[in-house]
């Protein structure tokens, strides 16, 4: 439904599909106070809802609200002086905060979200068949942007298995995402394919090196470092995806406004990686081929969900990478909830995890001190730098959200994970959206469902 909702459903700000930048919404604009804690949204006058009430901003203040999203905690009061006039005021300034108010869509306040929901997007719902999975839509007549170009479409929800079955027989006008290519199952449907629309996904896939592992001596420094520069990252991306997909360097994707252009990812050097090996005072004292530290076998365990292909994949290749090290090390597959039990409780020394990137910038969640909490919080490395912590906290309190002002200060962020290492960024996936010859104007990015632009989309003859 994530990919339906900006059809239905609008939000106060929207995002720039492929910077994330924000912009322009049901506000039409915007401005902060001269301390940077309330932020002022200015509506168009007569918005209205699908089904004609109006639409101002003290209902988009109740529906907000009753969102009860945790970003949401960081406003300490919300005024609507008039219709078109909603004032957000902080507790403190959270610019993330602010950018996660493109992401709530604006729905009545206490009404149930039904088959035949009340909306603000460019479509309204004429019909819902849940038998045949199927949901038709119709223009919204009182929609505040110019009208979609197209009257209306069926939306039709299949499994993954049956996109192939489903390309074959040419029953789409377009169908996604798809976060695997295809093409070789597409078959008879070769003519009828306009494009392959081809964007990463909102995600970084890691490898944590933990710092403080529960039970097993940390990774010492040294060959943390080895393990950076052991693995031919191009390599496992054409392995492990088939070349479909983009390598990180960061935390970041590359196309993000707070993105650092000159960050690059460790590269591929096995014989620099065997010298800070021997710096870390391991060798073979037994002669069975592999490393030894103090007297015995350095034994690594990389955890990985055995429910994820890639991630089996890439901790798979990851392995066999150490291993031509003389390292002993095996990827272990077992059930996510045993995984993320392990990462929570910080007892590992490896693990592959993917977390979602989101429009903000926003790293506190991953990196900050306070989240190191065995058992809560999502620090599972262990990771503590005070250092780091007081430039997270500045990147989000910088006055009027100024996104150069943001951008400087991501970059130390980055620079300063990219030295230090709680994770190794690996890569992410990328998605596909297909798109039948008579459908013009998609124009899918990895920061907002592909719909985002449906208005624009039209039909050749």
């Given amino acids: 439904m994530h990919e339906l909702a900006p059809l239905l459903f609008d939000t106060l700000l929207h995002v720039d599909p492929t910077t994330a930048q924000l912009q322009p919404g049901l506000a039409e604009s915007w401005e902060y106070s001269q301390d ?68 709530l869509p604006i729905l009545p306040a206490g009404e149930i979200l039904e088959a035949m929901p009340t909306g603000s997007g460019p479509f309204k719902v004429a019909d819902w068949s849940e038998n045949k999975r199927t949901l038709t839509l119709e223009r919204n007549p009182n929609y505040r942007g110019p009208a979609p170009l197209l009257d209306g479409f069926t939306v039709r929800f299949i499994q993954t298995d049956e996109a192939a079955i489903a390309l074959s027989e040419g029953q789409f006008d377009v169908i996604g995402p798809i976060e695997s290519q295809i093409h070789a199952q597409k078959g008879s449907s070769e003519s009828r394919i306009f494009a392959d629309l081809v964007y990463p996904a909102p995600q970084t896939t890691y ?42 360097a960061g935390p970041l994707l590359s196309g993000h406004w707070a993105a650092t252009p000159d960050l690059s990812w460790p590269a591929y050097d096995p014989a620099a990686a065997r010298a800070l090996l021997v710096k870390a005072g391991l060798k073979d004292e037994d002669g069975d081929g592999w490393l030894d530290q ?19 994949s890439l901790g798979w290749l990851a392995a066999s990478y150490y291993r031509d090290l003389g390292l002993f090390v095996r990827s272990d597959s077992i059930a996510f909830t045993g995984l993320v039990d392990d990462l929570f409780t910080h007892d590992f020394s490896l693990a592959v995890f993917s977390w979602p990137l989101l429009p903000d910038p926003d790293q506190r969640l991953f ?26 906290d500045r990147a989000v309190a910088v006055p009027g959200c100024d996104t150069q002002g943001r951008a400087k200060i991501y970059a ?32 899918p990015g990895p920061f907002v469902p592909f719909t985002w632009n449906v208005t624009k989309w039209y039909l050749t003859k």
């Fill in 36 to 103: 940077g804690k309330q932020v002022t949204f200015h509506l168009p006058s007569k918005l209205k809802w699908s089904d004609g009430r109006p639409l101002t901003a003290s209902t988009i203040a109740a529906s907000l609200k009753a969102t009860e999203h945790p970003a949401l905690l960081a406003f300490s009061k919300m005024t609507a002086p008039n219709p078109e006039t909603l004032e957000l005021t902080f507790a403190a300034i959270d610019c993330a905060a602010v950018t996660t108010l493109a992401q």
């Fill in 207 to 248: 490898l944590a090196i933990n710092f403080a592992p529960k039970n097993v001596d940390p990774v010492e420094p040294q060959i943390r470092e080895a393990l950076l520069l052991a693995l031919d990252r191009e390599a496992i991306l054409a392995e492990a995806l088939n070349g479909d997909g983009q390598l990180l």
């Fill in 294 to 312: 103090a007297g015995r076998r350095l034994e690594l365990s990389i955890r990985v969900n055995g429910e994820n292909p890639l991630h089996q």
């Fill in 367 to 392: 990196w900050r001190s306070t989240e190191n909490t065995v058992g809560r919080g999502l620090n599972f490395t262990s990771y503590d730098s005070p250092a780091l912590d007081r430039l997270l």
């Fill in 412 to 443: 130390n962020i980055q620079k300063t994970l990219a030295a230090e290492r709680p994770v190794d960024f690996l890569l992410t996936p990328n998605r596909h959206i297909l798109v039948g010859n008579r459908l013009q104007g998609v124009n």
